[in-house]
């Protein structure tokens, strides 16, 4: 059962999806330094300017827990 909306799942790993995509913040985090962003290109956009040396790197999804804050990939 899910601890924020109570629907009840089968198995864990369908309650870890269900959180993730329902339940969570998605962000694009910058490769170099701490900042994310909600949109890939908000992110391409900063590496391109704030860290021109590294502009070919993409940044990484990353997950903002509604319930606890936490961040995870």
Do not use: L
């Amino acid at each position: 059962r899910c601890p924020s909306c109570a629907v009840v799942f089968g198995g864990v790993n369908s309650i870890k999806s269900h959180i993730q995509t329902s339940h969570c913040e998605v962000f694009h985090k910058c490769p170099i330094c701490p900042m994310a962003f909600k949109s890939a290109p908000s992110a391409h956009a900063h590496v391109y300017t704030q860290h021109p040396g590294f502009s070919n790197q993409q940044s990484k999804m990353i997950y903002k827990c509604a319930m606890c804050d936490t961040v995870f990939t």
